[in-house]
């Protein structure tokens, strides 16, 4: 790195935890004016971007992954491995917890959840105004050996005791990239990011094994047309010749069979008729196409 040369840091964020612990409260504090976006449909239910900080240095997208923390979706099992992929896929977690309560079921479900995943996760102790600092020493111990958690960080979220710092360790751990949005306004649609997962799933629940993780689904275009059918268009992007043939099947009735349930699944989700054109393209070691990728919410696979 050049001296004084700044690099731009951007990435993908995301809260969990049980309800109550204060992650709206959390991210109004620290986008509160400066709020990007919020989902303009305003669904608990998805993921939806919750909220965009932009800084000199870094901008920082919070996304929603509601199965996490609400295993009883109606979308069930499926909605926590959405949110597991999901979750696997952003750049951090922070794993929200209120300190004035003790360890109970509603981690253990979440750090469950969390053994499947490679992402790096806070601990975020909230509402530490309402303790004693002796007794934050015991909420610590209660919760670091249980998990491998990257940073601790204490904060009340309500008064914003540390939540400068918090903010500045988050940026430490963004790598760098783009700024996706503008400061001011948001173009994306909010549900690219799970209709883009909910394709993917297909591909490699239909394709078993032949189809590797590092299958990506590109969403190009989304629209509203005038009878109220959403159009989207989606590329399937595979490293190899081989998996395009295995992703089209015979008589492209493979890419068939995962438009279709593809598309019943993203029509549960929207709410309304969604006409889905898919395609497949060959790209090799898009991998290394990290700014591309990112764009939709991708980073490379670690393996
Ligand atoms: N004392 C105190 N109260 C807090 C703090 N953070 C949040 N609260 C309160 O806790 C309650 C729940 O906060 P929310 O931000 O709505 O919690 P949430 O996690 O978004 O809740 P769900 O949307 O149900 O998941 C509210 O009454 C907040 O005012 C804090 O740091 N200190």
């Known amino acids: ?154 904060i009340s979220a309500l008064q914003g005791n540390n939540v400068e710092r918090l903010i500045d360790v988050i940026k430490n751990y963004m790598p760098e990239g783009p700024q996706y949005y503008p400061n001011d306004q948001v173009t994306d649609h909010p549900e690219r990011f799970i209709i883009a997962e909910l394709i993917r799933e297909k591909v490699l629940h239909l394709t078993r094994e032949e189809v590797p993780h590092s299958v990506a689904v590109i969403i190009e275009k989304i629209e509203k047309r005038d009878n109220g059918t959403i159009h989207i268009m989606a590329a399937i992007i595979v490293e190899r010749n081989s998996q395009k043939g295995i992703v089209i099947g015979k008589q492209g009735a493979m890419l068939k069979e995962i438009g279709k349930r593809a598309r019943m699944d993203i029509e549960n989700l929207l709410g309304s008729k969604v006409f889905l054109e898919l395609w497949v393209k060959v ?13 939709f919410g991708y980073r490379e696979d670690e393996y």
Do not use: C
């Open 283 to 295: 790209q090799k070691d898009w991998r290394d196409k990290a700014t591309l990728l990112r764009e």
């Open 1 to 154: 790195m050049k001296n004084n040369e700044k690099h731009f840091k951007s990435g993908f964020i995301t809260i969990i935890g049980r309800p109550n612990v204060g992650k709206s409260t959390f991210l109004n504090h620290v986008i509160g004016q400066k709020i990007a976006i919020m989902s303009d449909k305003a669904q608990t239910t998805r993921n939806t971007i919750q909220g965009v900080l932009t800084t000199d240095d870094a901008q920082l997208i919070f996304i929603d992954t509601p199965g996490i923390h609400k295993p009883k979706h109606r979308l069930g099992d499926f909605m926590v491995k959405v949110a597991t992929n999901t979750l696997n896929e952003v750049d951090l977690i922070l794993f929200m917890v209120n300190a004035t309560e003790e360890f109970g079921r509603g981690e253990q479900y979440i750090l469950e959840k969390l053994k499947d995943v490679h992402t790096k996760v806070f601990l975020v102790i909230n509402k530490i105004d309402l303790i004693h600092p002796d007794q934050l020493i015991e909420v610590i111990a209660q919760y670091k050996d249980k998990y491998d958690f990257a940073e601790i960080i204490p």
